[in-house]
């Protein structure tokens, strides 16, 4: 097989661009494939927690939007708040975040290849992809980056169970043309949904709804009256301030049975996601971008398995849970406990905020 690149990158999400910026920081030449054009848009709660937003600052990236000082949650009348100890995060709309990090990329003159990824087949030496009307593309590794239905992860014989079609959740998100109202993430908690509540900018806020299949957006906004005057909704949902169409994700949940085979190593949401209930995608997975590329620059790919399973354990636990009790007849208690335990609440916070 020949060998056309060291490193090719499925995807050229936030993730796989940020693999790539990495990759060539540590003297890798690598490719990116991507068949979506730049910016890409995409349902996400859109708040970078503090953790990330101080890992994206690392790389030299400063995409605009609004300063977050910590977590609400709220239910009805009942309210918690936490503010980060520690620095701040930030609400970036995704497009934004995505063109800031484009760029870079595209400064660093690292290619990025239009194409979906259909194909791939590895041997001791190296690994080879194709897609439609792509050329045979041979590569030293692969990184999958390709998202929560991730064909790498497919083709590698790395995916995981699915999960009963009963229990799946999903994600929507909508923009609205509105001051925001804090400078909190607000996670509002209604009978049936989690509404994510995130600044944005001067005029912009972002709702991300959790929740499991059949979810209507409106309906979900018009289940939290606050919530939904404070949008201006009207009673059929409508808003004067709402932007664009909702986009949606899911279903959330994505099993991994291993995150390495051979020379194919996944991160970001292609590796496996929990839910977006604690807002950690990016965090996480620019920690996993870190520790991949820190195992091929070593040339030993196996060591990423272990670096993933730390890089990941408390954000599978404290997701996890989360989902269970959200799931449970102990939802309508989890912001009561928060209200009354405010050590407890305030912990889990500065755990988010790492
Ligand atoms: C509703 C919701 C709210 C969220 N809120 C937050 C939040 O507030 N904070 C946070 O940090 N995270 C949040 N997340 C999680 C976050 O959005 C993800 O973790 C993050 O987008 C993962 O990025 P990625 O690059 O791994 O995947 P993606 O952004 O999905 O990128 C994958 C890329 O791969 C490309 N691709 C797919 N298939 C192929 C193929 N076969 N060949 C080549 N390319 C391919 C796609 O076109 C895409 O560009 C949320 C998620 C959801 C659904």
């Not at 994206?56 to 009348?77: M, T, W």
């Not at 239905?149 to 929507?172: C, D, I, N």
């Not at 607000?186 to 299949?213: H, S």
């Amino acid at each position: 097989m020949t060998t056309d690149t060291q490193l090719a990158i499925v995807g050229g999400g936030p993730i796989g661009l940020v693999t790539a910026l990495l990759a060539a920081n540590a003297g890798l030449e690598p490719v990116i494939i991507e068949p979506r054009a730049t910016p890409i848009d995409k349902a996400c709660g859109e708040g970078l927690m503090p953790g990330a937003w101080r890992m994206l600052h690392e790389l030299g990236l400063d995409p605009s939007g609004a300063e977050l000082h910590g977590i609400a949650y709220v239910q009805g009348r009942s309210r918690a708040e936490h503010r980060f100890r520690d620095g701040c995060g930030r609400g970036v709309e995704r497009t934004v975040l995505h063109a800031t990090i484009a760029a870079r990329v595209a400064e660093r003159g690292i290619p990025v290849v239009e194409g979906r990824i259909d194909r791939l087949d590895q041997n001791d030496a190296g690994v080879t992809i194709g897609g439609p009307g792509l050329d045979l593309l041979g590569a030293r590794y692969v990184i999958g980056a390709d998202g929560l239905h991730s064909r790498v992860r497919e083709l590698a014989g790395l995916a995981g169970r699915t999960q009963r079609a009963s229990r799946r959740r999903f994600g929507l998100r909508r923009h609205y043309a509105i001051a925001p109202w804090s400078d909190l993430v607000e996670v509002r908690w209604t009978p049936k949904a989690e509404l994510y509540v995130t600044p944005l900018g001067p005029e912009r806020v972002g709702v991300a709804v959790l929740a499991r299949r059949g979810v209507d957006f409106d309906r979900a906004v018009g289940d939290d009256r606050e919530l939904a005057e404070l949008l201006r909704a009207d009673a059929a949902g409508g808003s004067r301030a709402r932007l664009g169409n909702v986009r949606g994700a899911g279903p959330l949940l994505q099993r991994t049975s291993a995150r390495t085979a051979g020379r194919v190593l996944l991160v970001g949401d292609a590796s496996g996601y929990v839910d977006a209930l604690t807002g950690e995608g990016l965090r996480v997975g620019i920690a996993q971008a870190r520790a991949a590329i820190a195992a091929i620059s070593a040339g030993d790919p196996s060591r990423y398995e272990r670096d993933w399973m730390r890089i990941t354990r408390d954000f599978r636990r404290l997701t996890t849970g989360l989902v269970v009790a959200a799931g449970s007849p102990l939802r309508g208690t989890i912001v009561p406990m928060a209200v009354l335990v405010p050590p407890l609440y305030g912990g889990i916070v500065e755990r988010l905020a790492r």
